[in-house]
C-alpha cells in the first residue's frame, strides 16, 4: 500500500447562505486555516455557484480551496440554468462534487451521467468528487456493498487517478439525519471501496482518498476519522459555520 492519501475535508454548503453570510463564514474558514498555518490535510469549500467568485476572493491566501456542487457535461452552449466545469474553474475552483445523491434524487442524475460530469471535470483540469450511497431501504435489505459496488462501478471514469478523483460514501439515511453510520459501517464500506478501486486503478486505488458523509460533526469525527480507509469528510450542515466545521479538519490531522 501506497502511503497514506493527504486527507480532504469538504464543506458541502449546498443551497444555504445568501452573500453576507456566505462571505463571513468563508472568511472564517480563511481564518482558522491561517492560524493554524501549514497542515496536513486539504481544506475545501463548496458554496453555490453564484458565490464561488466571491468565496474565491475571501479565502484567497488562506490555503482553503474552492470547490462547486455540480457540473455540466459539456464544455458551452444551449443548456438553459447550467454551468460547466470550465465555469467553474474559471472562477478559481479546484474542485467539483458530482452525483450527490440529493442531485441524483432530484435531478434525475444516473451513474453514466454522473460519470459524465467526472469526465467533464477532468477536462477542465478539476479534481472531481464522485459521491456514492445505498438509502436505508437498500441496507435494510442488506444491499449496501452491492449498491456501493455498482454506483461506483458505474459512476467513476476510466481515466480516475488518485490526482483527479475523490469518492465520497454518504449513506443516504445518513444526510441531513443527524444518524451518522458507526464505525463498524463505515469501516465494511470502505474497506471494500477501497477493494474496488485498487483491482480497477491499480496502485492508484490506494492513493485514492475516500471521505465519509453524513451527519458528521465534531462530536463524532474524532471516531470516524480514525477508521482504516477514511482519508476525509464531506461535511453539509456542521459546514455552515466556521465552529462547526473546523474541529472536523482537526480530527482529520
Ligand atoms: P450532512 O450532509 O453533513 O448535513 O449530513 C452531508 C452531505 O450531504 O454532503
Redesign the pocket.
Known amino acids: 500500500m501506497s502511503a497514506n492519501p493527504r486527507p480532504l475535508v469538504a464543506g ?1 454548503w ?1 443551497m444555504n447562505s445568501l452573500r453576507a453570510d456566505a462571505n463571513a463564514l468563508a472568511a472564517g474558514v480563511a481564518a482558522k486555516h491561517k492560524a493554524a498555518g501549514e497542515i496536513a490535510c486539504d481544506v475545501l469549500v463548496c458554496p453555490p455557484f453564484h458565490l464561488l467568485t466571491e468565496v474565491s476572493a475571501a479565502v484567497a491566501g488562506s490555503g482553503v480551496q474552492l470547490g462547486a456542487q455540480t457540473c455540466h457535461t459539456g464544455v458551452s452552449g444551449a443548456h438553459t440554468g447550467d454551468v460547466s466545469a470550465e465555469m467553474i474553474a474559471d472562477c478559481g475552483a479546484t474542485y467539483v462534487i458530482v452525483g ?3 442531485r441524483r434524487a432530484d435531478h434525475g442524475e444516473d451513474d453514466a451521467t454522473v460519470k459524465a460530469r467526472a469526465e467533464a471535470a477532468h477536462r477542465a483540469s478539476l479534481n472531481a468528487i464522485v459521491c456514492i450511497g445505498e438509502t436505508e431501504g437498500e441496507r435494510d435489505a442488506g444491499n449496501a456493498l452491492n449498491v456501493v459496488e455498482s454506483q461506483l462501478a458505474g459512476s467513476m471514469p476510466d481515466a480516475a487517478t488518485a490526482a483527479n478523483t475523490v469518492v ?1 460514501y ?1 449513506p443516504v439515511w ?4 443527524g444518524r451518522t453510520a458507526n464505525t463498524d459501517e463505515i469501516k465494511e464500506v470502505h474497506d471494500h471501496i477501497r477493494k474496488i478501486l485498487v483491482a480497477r486503478f491499480g496502485d492508484d486505488g490506494n492513493g485514492m482518498r475516500i471521505l465519509y ?4 460533526k465534531a462530536e463524532n469525527a474524532d471516531g470516524i476519522m480514525a477508521v482504516e480507509n477514511v482519508n476525509g469528510g ?6 455552515l459555520k466556521a465552529e462547526t466545521f473546523w474541529p472536523i479538519v482537526e480530527a482529520a490531522l
Open positions: 458541502n449546498k450527490h445523491s440529493e465520497a454518504e445518513a444526510i441531513g439525519t458523509g453524513g451527519s458528521m464531506l461535511i453539509g450542515g456542521a459546514a
